[in-house]
């Protein structure tokens, strides 16, 4: 099944949805009419139970140049309209975090402002060589958005995550690799493969088990014992599932497991 709109493609085969910035003109600059488009298809993929992985990517060279400014510098909203705006944003941006299925984002050329903020989404990030990373909302008098705020500390840590917010460098491939920002690093060639690879090793995973990982991972502001609680009930619903029935049979009966992440 393939859908194509004005500013994205969607494409589910096998199981994995993969979703498309297509903008190529504009280096799939984050527009409104993409925030729309995004906003449908991430309602259709949660209302799809079949649907095992996500490969978010963008088309051509680049994944995201970030916002489009000619659209904030025309669009002439005063404090309560962008604050309607953004909100509205957040609604489907809450939806694809707390997905229960995993979001593998695919990296090339850059992923600045808007763009860094949607990689950031992803559970795993995959990288080329010659893709750059860039908190670039300081240089034109704004702060990170698209949950930004959230998810660049989760990974990189408070210090480090404000002093790529504030100072607007530019982060290299290689330094993304480092500081946890990326999984891995591919050729552009073998990217999309890689991603694919990725999403496809999901759809034999307990679907059950993956939602929950993710569930218990989203709140490590709990402590010791609410957590320790939330991976015994946890564990019961794992329990009961089919999915870990069928592994326990194919391990006893010395079959190979249907879950293999796939080797590089």
């Known amino acids: 099944m393939s859908q194509a709109f004005e500013r994205i493609r969607y494409e589910v085969r096998d199981q994995v949805a993969t979703l498309t910035l297509d ?32 490969v978010l990517t963008g088309a051509g060279e680049h994944f995201c140049a970030g916002g489009d400014l000619r659209n904030i510098a025309t669009v002439g909203l005063d404090n309560a309209g962008w604050r ?23 990296v090339d050329g850059a992923a600045f402002g808007a763009g860094f903020s949607l990689a950031l989404l992803a559970d795993f990030v995959i990288a080329t060589p010659r893709a750059r990373f860039c908190m670039s909302f300081m240089r034109v008098g704004l702060v990170p958005d698209c949950a930004a705020f959230y998810t660049l500390p989760r990974i990189v840590g408070v210090q480090r995550a404000r002093e790529l917010m504030l100072s607007a460098r530019e982060v290299s491939a290689q330094e993304a690799l480092q500081l946890g920002i990326a999984l891995e690093l591919h050729p552009p060639e073998q990217l999309q493969a890689r991603a694919q690879a990725l999403a496809a090793s999901f759809v034999n995973a307990s679907p059950v088990a993956v939602g ?21 009930n946890a564990q019961a619903l794992a329990m009961g599932t089919e999915a870990h029935r069928t592994a326990v049979n194919r391990f006893l009966n010395k079959e190979p497991a249907l879950f293999q992440w796939p080797a590089l």
């Open 212 to 232: 929950l990982v993710k569930r218990a991972l989203a709140a490590p502001g709990h402590d010791l014992p609410t957590l320790l609680e939330m991976e015994a």
């Open 23 to 54: 903008n190529v003109r504009a280096r799939n600059a984050f527009d409104p009419a993409m925030r729309e488009e995004m906003r449908q298809v991430v309602t259709q993929l949660r209302a799809d139970p079949h649907i095992r992985a996500l």
């Open 84 to 106: 309607a705006r953004l909100q509205s944003l957040h609604d489907w941006l809450k939806e694809l975090i707390t997905l229960d299925r995993p979001v593998i984002a695919a």
